[in-house]
């Protein structure tokens, strides 16, 4: 059975998998190289079909992410939903488009979805993919499967969080014993991701994108300085949901009451959420949230203000995960949704007595939703619970010695062809040299894990800021380490060889006193680090790179970012890696088994 999961909002993204097994995935923004572009992935589709080999009518099933809101995903507006499927907006859609919106809002109506809905059918129609082989899978259903189903766990509880997707911001499944029960959601509007990404707009930083800063800039704050300031988000009076604390819980599906909120505090917002938006409640609590961020933080460092976002999440959501595990007789976590990207989340979670084991989807936002809902699919429909861990995320497109080597050519940089490229690699990070690795199949999700990634020596703590100058980036968190996986207890205080979230870099672990001075470069100043364990079975070359590396410097341990530029997509061509090389981010490219350098740098025969 071979489906295709397709996922059409920000981050937009596609896969195949084939009875239950991923064969490719890949984010449209790394092709098109637009970072978490929105619209529909007609290029990652065309890659999944070329990279598998496949005809659209090869496809036996494609699963559609968004289940009860296209409208939102595509936008809102009619003119929106034509352009982010590639068509020639129509007069009439800009004619119609402002009266459809305010009926539609205004008596809770679905004519947009039911549009929306029709173009989507269309647009797949039209790549080969017939209205009977289309379903719509439920955005946190496709996040839920998509974790649980490939952590390998026979049985767990599975939490999802993001700031929303088909009105819901957070869910609770059970899986057990060959079933998939739904227990627990938070609709959007009580969304605990939202808060988040309120601060990470209100300090300035871009929402969907720069939440991690917020997460390292916290360490640096003190949260007893904002211990007054009421929080927007609790759990609710069960403790097994969020709820918003600014929205009275009696107008909780009124929503004329938050019209009626935005007309009376802000009139011009309210033309604007009645002309555009749908969700206007959701819409309520971000300018409620926004209002009392402005009233409550003002002269307030940033890093207090970090610091206060960090604690409220990991007190909500700690505590939710801590009663529902407790509740459900259950030792193994799964999670998935933009809101576990927050490593620091994770290891609290990780560290809860009852909790044995968690995995955290490797792309937990919404880059891993075409893989969830083929996923879903593909169980739902062969009921067959057997499934296995997933071991390794290398499930984008690869790129052969002479296509490399023709890319090289094509702009003159002296090269060498090298038998054993890691062995020199681990020879230039001993002398301090910033590396960018290209090698194999690219990595899915957000994080670079050996085959589009940038590699230094952790020994010097001012390499940091020399990486952040070069790569034009704003970070508060050291770089990550990556590690050989025999040495990782000696660093990391608990880790245990079958954990599984360390080797997908999504969970972070107290680094062990004694080794904090060997590694400053990687060592948060809370003492923590957020590492990638390095199997040699998973990633042969980045183990081999490790290993000289040891042999040069006796330590098992280098910096590993992601090899992009700053608010550029990770690296997946050839050209995007020497084009990255051009641009000063790195000193040497170890491309394949080419190594590009000026010629001081190439190593002598």
């Known amino acids: 059975m071979k489906i295709l999961g397709i996922h059409y909002g920000h981050d937009a993204n596609a896969a195949i998998i084939e009875d239950g097994k991923v064969l490719f995935a890949i984010s449209e923004e790394r092709i098109n190289r637009k970072k978490f572009y929105w619209g529909f992935p007609f290029q990652s589709i065309a890659w999944c079909l070329k990279h598998t080999d496949l005809a659209p009518q090869q496809i036996d099933h494609v699963a559609l992410v968004n289940l009860n809101a296209q409208q939102d995903t595509l936008g809102n507006t009619l003119p929106n939903f034509y352009e982010r499927l590639n068509r020639r907006v129509p007069q009439f859609a800009s004619v119609l488009n402002l009266p459809l919106i305010i009926f539609d ?49 026979r049985d767990s509880l599975v939490v999802t969080s993001d700031g929303k997707g088909d009105l819901v911001s957070h869910r609770t499944y059970l899986a057990r014993d060959n079933y998939f029960e739904y227990l627990h959601e938070s609709p959007d509007f009580n969304s605990i991701g939202l808060f988040y990404s309120c601060i990470t707009e209100y300090l300035g930083f871009k929402v969907l994108r720069h939440e991690g800063k917020i997460t390292g800039l916290a360490a640096y704050g003190d949260p007893k ?80 203000v970090a610091a206060f976002a960090q604690k409220h999440l990991e007190d909500v959501l700690v505590k939710l995960v801590h009663q529902q595990v407790k509740r459900y007789n259950t030792n193994r976590v799964a999670m998935s949704g933009g809101t576990f990207g927050n490593v620091r989340l994770n290891q609290k979670i990780a560290e809860l007595p009852e909790v044995d084991e968690v995995y955290i989807q490797p792309a ?157 470069a990687v060592v948060h100043v809370d003492g923590t680090a957020r590492p990638q364990v390095v199997r040699e079975s998973e990633n042969p070359s980045l183990h081999r790179i490790l290993s000289a590396y040891l042999k040069q410097s006796g330590l098992p341990v280098l910096i590993n970012t992601s090899f992009n530029m700053h608010e550029e997509p990770i690296v997946c061509t050839p050209q995007d890696a020497i084009r990255a090389y051009q641009a000063g981010a790195i000193d040497i490219l170890a491309i394949g088994n080419y190594w590009v350098s000026d010629e001081s740098l190439l190593p002598k025969s």
Not at 119 to 130: A, I, N, R, V
Not at 241 to 250: G, M, V
Request: charged share 20%.
């Open 105 to 153: 809002n205004l008596v809770q109506g679905n004519l947009r979805r039911s549009i929306a809905r029709s173009m989507l059918f269309e647009t797949l129609k039209d790549l080969g993919f017939p209205k009977h082989k289309v379903r719509f899978v439920d955005h946190h259903l496709a996040h839920a499967a998509g974790a649980f189903f490939l952590s390998g766990f």
């Open 225 to 304: 300085k904002t211990a007054h300031i009421p929080p927007p988000v609790s759990l609710s009076a069960n403790g097994m949901s969020t709820q918003n604390n600014l929205i009275p819980e009696a107008r909780f599906n009124d929503v004329y009451w938050g019209y009626r909120q935005f007309y009376e505090e802000d009139p011009q917002l309210f033309y604007k959420i009645l002309t555009t938006k749908s969700a206007v409640l959701f819409e309520y609590a971000r300018y409620a949230t926004n209002q009392l961020f402005k009233k409550s933080f003002s002269g307030l460092e940033k890093e207090h």
């Open 364 to 520: 937990m936002g919404d880059g891993g939703l075409g893989v969830g809902s083929a996923v879903w699919m593909y169980w739902d429909l062969s009921e067959k619970w057997e499934h296995e861990f997933l071991e390794q995320v290398y499930l984008g497109p690869e790129y052969s010695d002479d296509q490399i080597f023709k890319a090289i050519q094509a702009v003159g940089l002296p090269h060498l062809k090298l038998d054993d490229i890691e062995g020199e690699v681990g020879k230039a990070l001993k002398n301090n040299k910033i590396v960018g690795r290209f090698h194999g199949q690219m990595e899915w999700g957000p994080r670079a894990l050996g085959n589009r990634s940038i590699l230094a020596s952790p020994q010097d703590a001012t390499i940091n800021e020399t990486l952040n100058h070069r790569l034009n980036r704003t970070e508060f968190m050291p770089f990550a380490p990556i590690i050989l996986e025999d040495h990782a207890a000696d660093y990391f205080v608990g880790y245990a060889s079958e954990q599984l979230a360390p080797r997908f870099m999504t969970v972070t672990y107290e680094v062990a006193p004694p080794k904090r001075n060997l590694i400053p």
